[in-house]
């Protein structure tokens, strides 16, 4: 079975520009949880969806948001982007909400200049 | 609130050398998990182990052997015989239940781990 895909691999953006990355989990998983790993640092919560809802926010601005789709696909879109928003944003999925069977995707490395 | 701590920013050992790398955590839930994974320089995190808080039996795969002591609140990992293809980071990570059934991990700042020859 394919693991969790994400695309794209590599982008770059200019400030203020829009992105919006996206992640399809495995066969099977209902939720997806999205994290941002700047360089040096460990991953940081932003997003969880299960069926298509949000159900956990972490400490990041509103210009972060994301959607799940019907096929439990899930896309994060960043708005004005900043050079702080240069980073390896990382997928997960999961069957259920529960943290300790997630999966991680290779990631989408952002670069902002 | 949930953190980690990896207190060792980086490790720089010999080839054939055991290592330790340190985590010290601290959580509010009775029931969790803690996790240990390895990033290499390609920037995919691979997964190493899961214990729940429940398991405080140590655990060895290969070289590989991790101790978990919740009196200390520590989940420790050693690599015996290290070798230059364990260079990488490596996280510990916990997870924390938020509201409505939620969940999320929370990660460690990293240990950069490097293997000489």
């Known amino acids: 079975d394919a693991g969790v895909t994400q695309s794209p691999t590599h982008l770059i953006k200019t400030r203020g520009q829009q992105v919006t990355l996206r992640c399809s989990p495995i066969?099977?998983?209902?939720?997806v949880s999205w994290y941002q790993q700047v360089l040096g640092q460990g991953p940081q919560f932003i997003f969880q969806y299960y069926e298509k809802e949000e159900r956990g926010r972490g400490n990041f601005p509103d210009r972060f948001s994301a959607r799940q789709f019907p096929n439990y696909s899930s896309e994060l879109n960043v708005n004005a982007l900043l050079l702080g928003d240069s980073a390896l944003y990382l997928c997960?999925?999961?069957?259920?909400?529960?943290?300790?069977?997630?999966?991680f995707g290779p990631g989408t490395r952002l670069t902002v200049t | 609130a949930q953190k980690v701590t990896q207190a060792q920013t980086e490790i720089s050992v010999v080839e054939k050398e055991d290592v330790t790398l340190d985590c010290v955590y601290e959580t509010r839930d009775t029931t969790y998990y803690l996790f240990w994974y390895k990033q290499p320089p390609s920037g995919e995190l691979v997964f190493l182990i899961r214990?729940?808080?429940?398991?405080?039996q140590n655990e060895i795969s290969g070289r590989y052997s991790w101790n978990f002591q919740k009196s200390t609140s520590s989940f420790n990992f050693t690599i015996t015989a290290s070798q230059v293809v364990d260079s990488a980071v490596y996280f510990c990570a916990l997870s924390e239940t938020l509201y409505s059934s939620a969940s999320k991990i929370i990660f460690g700042s990293g240990t950069r781990l490097s293997i000489r020859p």
């Open positions: 997960a999925s999961s069957y259920w909400t529960e943290s300790y069977e997630q999966y």
């Open positions: 066969s099977g998983h209902k939720s």
């Open positions: 214990r729940n808080s429940f398991d405080e």
